[in-house]
Nanobody, 113 residues
Framework: QLQASGGGLVQTGCSLRLSCVVS????????IGWYRQAPGKERDMVAG???????YYEDSVKGRFTISKDNAKKTVFLKMDSLKTEDTAIYYC?????????WGEGTQVTVSS
């Protein structure tokens, strides 16, 4: 129900935009977030957006990443600027509905120095 895309291999300082197409879940009513998991590390939240438009970011990405959504297109975006090597990870989109977690399959972001 969640299809993420847009990852790739870039150099430090470059930008990428991730997309997550959501089916079967109305983003007018549920929060959606982006998470990432680096090799050997836990999956952590990067950014999230509430149904009312409230937005939150993990501290290390504040000022560099921007989350947005298009409810009509059922798509959530994560614009990532000024990428750093430590941003390298698999990025997942996530929605929790009725106590059930829904995850996209992940998209790999690799930032080389």
């Amino acid at each position: 129900q969640l299809q993420a895309s847009g990852g790739g291999l870039v150099q430090t300082g470059c930008s990428l935009r991730l997309s997550c197409v959501v089916s079967g879940i109305d983003l007018n009513y549920y929060a959606i977030g982006w998470y990432r998991q680096a090799p050997g590390k836990e999956r952590d939240m990067v950014a999230g957006i509430e149904p009312d438009g409230s937005i939150y970011y993990e501290d290390s990405v504040k000022g560099r990443f921007t989350i947005s959504k298009d409810n009509a297109k059922k798509t959530v975006f994560l614009k990532m600027d000024s990428l750093k090597t430590e941003d390298t990870a698999i990025y997942y989109c996530h929605v929790r509905r009725s106590g059930i977690d829904y995850w996209g399959e992940g998209t790999q972001v690799t930032v080389s120095s």
